[in-house]
């Protein structure tokens, strides 16, 4: 079981495709992963859901879903 209180803050978010789609912000409430904004090319932050995190490694939150995927499915705030 992955440790999700062990993802660090500014960490990679890496797509399945290995394409990089963001920098975590921080972790929102328990299930959720918000990303920084300056990077989102909408200048909105973006939430990841915890259940599309495949692995954690080397400061990268590596997700289970290719980047198309993320950039259709995640939640703008």
Known sequence: ?????????????????????????????????????????DGMHHLIPLSWVAELHDNQVVLNKNSEEVHQQWQAV
């Not at 990679?12 to 300056?38: F, P």
Request: net charge negative; charged share 25%.
């Open 1 to 41: 079981m992955t440790d999700f209180n062990s993802i660090q803050k500014h960490a990679e978010v890496i797509a399945s495709c290995g394409t990089k789609v963001g920098t975590v912000d921080h972790l929102e409430g328990t299930d959720q992963l918000k990303l920084r904004r300056h990077e989102s090319g």
